[in-house]
């Protein structure tokens, strides 16, 4: 089971961009999907999560900004960045889980069982 993430990279304040997850080694229709990201000096926070049926939760940092979504056909994840702001400066991770998919604000790291390496973001005002 691989999650590999791309599209990180530089952006100025109040641009966009995409980032993608493919995955390989499972069928990543059938799992909870979702973007992390960890910041400097901060923890691993949850940023966006789909499930199977497509249905989505946002944390309330980049609600409105962000969308998450996925093309089982591709077995990849995607997460496209509106508008961003220098504090979504952060390395990004895609990770699924065997779980059912709660509200991102109920889902703990642990119930992920399976993480990409990341994907750096960096926005500069």
């Known amino acids: 089971v691989q999650l590999v993430e791309s599209g990180g990279g530089s952006v100025r304040a109040g641009g966009s961009l995409r980032l993608s997850c493919a995955a390989s080694?499972?069928?990543?229709?059938?799992?909870?999907m979702g973007w992390f990201r960890r910041a400097p000096w901060k923890g691993r926070e949850g940023v966006a999560i789909?499930?199977?049926?497509?249905?989505?939760s946002y944390a309330d940092s980049v609600k409105g900004r962000f969308t998450i979504s996925k093309d089982n056909a591709k077995n990849t994840l995607y997460l496209r960045m509106n508008t961003v702001k220098a504090e979504d400066t952060a390395l990004y991770y895609c990770?699924?889980?065997?779980?059912?998919?709660?509200?991102?604000?109920?889902?703990?790291?642990?119930?992920?069982?399976?993480w990409g390496q990341g994907t750096q973001v960096t926005v500069s005002s």
């Open positions: 990770a699924a889980s065997h779980f059912s998919c709660r509200p991102i604000a109920t889902m703990w790291r642990t119930d992920f069982d399976y």
């Open positions: 080694g499972y069928n990543s229709s059938s799992f909870c």
């Open positions: 789909i499930d199977r049926e497509g249905s989505t």
